[in-house]
């Protein structure tokens, strides 16, 4: 679930940055750029997520905890400099235009790889 949850915004995300960036870049591009951002950390979060070998979930968790990062700062600054953000990315208000769903996606995320990870270590010690 949590991958499928991950593609979906892979492909809105970068379907959302393309259309922006492609036809009104002028208007907002800082929030077109961030959201080109936030759809980069997504496929890779989705491609890492999905391979789940040991060094895809090292990645997948570099990737979840900067965007976690991303969203944290990205949604202080748009609720602090809306001039800067005359468009919203997928990331302003910490996801609002999204359920907040791009806030909780990377904890779940970070959560999912950690517990994998302890049980990994349970299987491989006999537990």
Known sequence: MLVAVYALFALSASARAVVQIATEFSHAPVAYVLSAFAAAFYIVATVTLAVGNPAARRIAALSCSVELAGV??????????????????????????????????????LLWLSRWSRGGRNRRRGR
Request: without cysteine; negative net charge; hydrophobic residues 45%.
């Open 72 to 109: 944290l700062a990205v949604g202080t600054w748009s609720l602090a400099d809306k001039a800067t953000f005359p468009d919203a990315t997928v990331w302003s208000g910490y996801g609002s235009g999204y359920g907040f769903v791009p806030l909780v996606l990377p904890v779940f995320g």
